[in-house]
């Protein structure tokens, strides 16, 4: 079955430690994009990416990095710059619109990141 | 900034009852709307999206969209204990961050049996 898969499913990290979620596809989707979720809030944008090598900051992607080498895989990196990096992070992919502005989202299971 | 703005709830509502779910919208470039429900601890879902004027049916769930008054809505009709969940609006435009949807917070339905 194609989708998307996250890990780890959750995550526990010091402060000042780097760590690093996985996102993987097989839906051949192009377009790839990681959102945070925090407790009784909205998604909010991290980094998305269009294509292979290429990808552009969201609403919030001071201390995340990311890298898109291969169409399937989006990894997202958690910097110590990230000043609360306790969150649910989403991985999502869709196809890339034609036109624009009319695409699906599909999610993956999601990363619980705490820091201790 | 676009937003998308919904009621946090809870709203509740008794089994077998309509449920309406509210959203507004400030960008008027909006061009696609949808609607993902999203249990405790899990991911969203999709439920269903809308791209026009009017209502979209499928199943117990109609979306209706007025982009004149930048409104879109989502009907349950006959709400079951397992529709209750938080239901998050998303909205998509052309714009400078590709094909990402803007996301409401989220409106928690609550259905009691």
């Known amino acids: 079955d194609g989708g998307i898969t996250q890990s780890p499913k959750y995550l526990f990290r010091k402060e000042g430690q780097n760590v690093t979620l996985s996102c993987e596809q097989n839906?051949?989707?192009?377009?790839m994009y990681w959102y945070r979720q925090d407790p009784g809030q909205g998604l909010r944008l991290i980094y998305y990416?269009?294509?292979?090598?290429?990808?552009q900051k969201g609403d919030i992607a001071e201390g995340y990095s990311v890298s898109r080498e291969k169409k399937e895989s989006f990894p997202l990196t958690v910097t110590s710059a990230q000043k609360n990096p306790t969150a649910f992070y989403l991985c999502a992919s869709s196809r890339r619109a034609l036109g624009g502005g009319a695409n699906v989202l599909t999610f993956g299971a999601g990363s619980r990141l705490t820091v201790l | 900034q676009k937003e998308v703005e919904q009621n946090s709830g809870p709203l509740s509502v008794p089994e077998g009852a309509i449920a309406s779910l509210n959203c507004t919208y400030s960008d008027r470039g909006s061009q696609s709307f949808f609607w993902y429900r999203q249990y405790s601890g899990k991911s969203p879902e999709l439920i269903m999206f809308?791209?026009?004027?009017g209502d979209k049916e499928d199943g117990r769930f109609t979306a209706q969209l007025n982009k004149a008054s930048q409104y879109v809505s989502l009907l349950i009709r006959d709400s079951q204990p397992s529709d209750s969940a938080t239901y998050l609006c998303a909205v998509g435009s052309n714009s400078n961050s590709g094909y990402a949807l803007n996301f409401g917070k989220g409106t928690s339905l609550l259905v009691t049996p």
């Open positions: 809308i791209y026009s004027n």
């Open positions: 839906l051949n989707h192009d377009a």
């Open positions: 990416s269009q294509i292979v090598n290429d990808f």
